[in-house]
Nanobody, 121 residues
Framework: QVQLVESGGGLVQAGGSLRLSCAAS????????MGWYRQAPGKQRELVAAITSGGSTNYGDSVKGRFTISRDSAKNTVYLQMNSLKPEDTAVYYC???????????????WGQGTQVTVSS
């Protein structure tokens, strides 16, 4: 069983920064990709950023130039550095991974529990 453990959410003023972390714990055989999605009340869940095991990245249009995703492969951990935060960034941020614990199964799409990010005016 692979589980995703998130940390780093909280309350910050507009213009400030936060750094989110997501670690894949348990028996990890391989991970194809990890990333972050977010969902605000009444809105659809949207991609924030993703990174593959090879290091390629993808960002949502609304965060390009402000957020940076990175990884530490040895720790099965991804980070999301969020700078120049805006009130519109307020949402629950969910870690996502395409991972498996053994070579006997296909990669599964896994989700963390979510961490609240609130940006005040």
């Amino acid at each position: 069983q692979v589980q995703l453990v998130e940390s780093g959410g909280g309350l910050v003023q507009a213009g400030g920064s936060l750094r989110l972390s997501c670690a894949a714990s348990g028996r990890v055989f391989s991970i194809n990709a990890m990333g972050w999605y977010r969902q605000a009340p009444g809105k659809q869940r949207e991609l924030v950023a993703a990174i593959t095991s090879g290091g390629s990245t993808n960002y949502g249009d609304s965060v390009k130039g402000r957020f940076t995703i990175s990884r530490d492969s040895a720790k099965n951990t991804v980070y999301l550095q969020m700078n120049s935060l805006k009130p519109e960034d307020t949402a629950v941020y969910y870690c996502n991974a395409d991972a498996k614990s053994t070579p006997l199964i296909r990669h599964k799409n896994l989700w963390g529990q979510g961490t609240q990010v609130t940006v005040s005016s």
